[in-house]
């Protein structure tokens, strides 16, 4: 099976599992361990720890208003392939789906984790979510997002996906 049908089926290129494993090889049980400090910045773990925080990721709600070219697939596509270089993510599948008469709704599946979309052409409205752990950039899109769409405006709010949840867990 060539890789590609591996990202399809949603394993691990890697290992070729789907569930985690622990050292006896018993499916489903993960050992943890966090011997280390969470701030360790050494921790290949890539969870984000920032300004004393560790947390997930960083999602983005990016609401893109006054908007051109938001019924157009090709360029929602490209759209997205421009935010995964510029926030130097790593591109896994590209799935977007054309509604009629208008609108778009789509979604980048990253290593890092997704970028979404659903628009209303219509009224120059674009929803997007960017959601980034490890060393991906995410704030980076906005301006993306602003070019690829000649966006009047661009609406921002940040989540920081897992802190007080993810430092009480390692």
């Given amino acids: 099976m060539s890789q590609a049908h ?14 985690a494993e622990d050292t006896t090889g018993n499916r489903g049980h993960l050992t943890v361990v966090a011997d280390r400090d969470i701030f360790d910045e050494s921790r290949d773990d890539h969870f984000i ?5 560790v947390f997930a990721g960083t999602h983005l709600i990016i609401e893109v208003v006054d908007g051109t070219g938001l019924d157009d697939q090709h360029r929602i596509e490209q759209a997205f392939r421009d935010c995964v270089d510029q926030c130097g993510a790593t591109l896994l599948h590209i799935h977007t789906h054309k ?9 980048a599946v990253l290593a890092e984790s997704h970028i979404s979309v659903h628009t209303w052409p219509e009224i120059g409205y674009g929803a997007f979510d960017v959601f980034m752990c490890g060393d991906a950039q995410p704030w980076k899109a906005v301006d993306v997002l602003r070019a690829a769409f000649d966006a009047g405006d661009i609406r921002v709010k940040e989540l920081l996906r897992g802190e007080e949840v993810v430092a009480d867990r390692l």
């Fill in 6 to 19: 591996l990202f399809q089926l949603g394993m691990d290129l890697e290992t070729g599992t789907t569930h």
């Fill in 49 to 53: 720890r920032r300004d004393g925080k």
């Fill in 99 to 107: 509604f009629s008469p208008q609108g778009v709704s789509g979604v």
